[in-house]
């Protein structure tokens, strides 16, 4: 079946610095690719997402990147501030299918911004 | 709109006692989903309905799991009986195929504990 692989499961960076979150997915029709944000003992809250049409968005200090030939998906979040900690999931669906709406996660990276 | 709304938020009851779980979806919308957050397994769909029904239970761990979704605005995850390895946070989330099948929204959870 489906499966969406994150790195790293955990992130430390500085604040002020850049941060890159990776995720591979195996299924080649996979084609919206959402990135999930939870802070701790909160609900994920969708933070951005990119449909396979389209190979780069950004969303202010955020960017998600899609590489489709190679499966590849990334979250980078730059200018990081202590707020920024959290953990991120991305996730892979295929929509327009019989499995529309099904959302695979991948495991989660904890990010956390020193000040 | 209030979002999501699960309850309880807590519930701590013995092995082999009947649990039910409520989950009141963003209204309008026609998806509904079921998950289940632990830290070995990060998060796991166990099930989802599209208006009002089961589309896959692929991800319901056994037969002690089952979840009904009677109407639009109301759904339960029950688990009879219950053992300790169910102890995860349970969330429901909902999406609306106008806004994008996938783009779910999650409710707060139910932190579930079997002891």
């Known amino acids: 079946g489906e499966n969406v692989e994150q790195h790293p499961s955990t992130l430390s960076v500085q604040e002020g610095d850049s941060a890159v979150i990776k995720c591979t997915y195996s299924?080649?029709?996979?084609?919206?690719f959402p990135w999930y944000k939870q802070e701790l003992g909160k609900r994920p809250q969708l933070i951005i997402d990119?449909?396979?049409?389209?190979g780069e968005k950004k969303d202010q200090r955020i960017a998600v990147t899609l590489n489709k030939t190679a499966k590849h998906f990334s979250l980078h979040i730059t200018e990081t501030q202590p707020e920024d900690s959290a953990v991120y999931f991305c996730a892979a669906s295929k929509e327009g299918s019989s499995n529309t709406g099904k959302l695979i996660f991948g495991q989660g990276t904890t990010l956390q911004v020193k000040p | 709109d209030a979002g999501v709304i699960q309850s309880p938020r807590h519930e701590v009851t013995e092995m082999g006692q009947e649990v039910t779980l409520r989950c009141k979806p963003i209204?309008?919308?026609?998806?509904l989903f079921w998950y289940r957050q632990t830290m070995m397994r990060g998060l796991e769909l166990l099930i989802y309905f599209n208006n009002n029904v089961p589309i896959d239970d692929s991800g319901m761990p056994e037969d002690r799991f089952s979840a009904k979704m009677p109407n639009a605005s109301f759904s339960t995850l029950k688990i009879q009986p219950s053992e300790p390895r169910d102890s995860a946070v349970y969330f429901c989330?909902?999406?609306?195929?106008?806004?994008?099948?996938?783009?779910?929204?999650f409710g707060q959870g139910t932190r579930l504990t079997v002891v």
């Open positions: 989330a909902s999406s609306s195929a106008g806004t994008g099948f996938s783009k779910a929204f």
């Open positions: 209204s309008g919308h026609d998806y």
């Open positions: 299924d080649s029709a996979s084609n919206y």
């Open positions: 990119i449909r396979s049409n389209v």
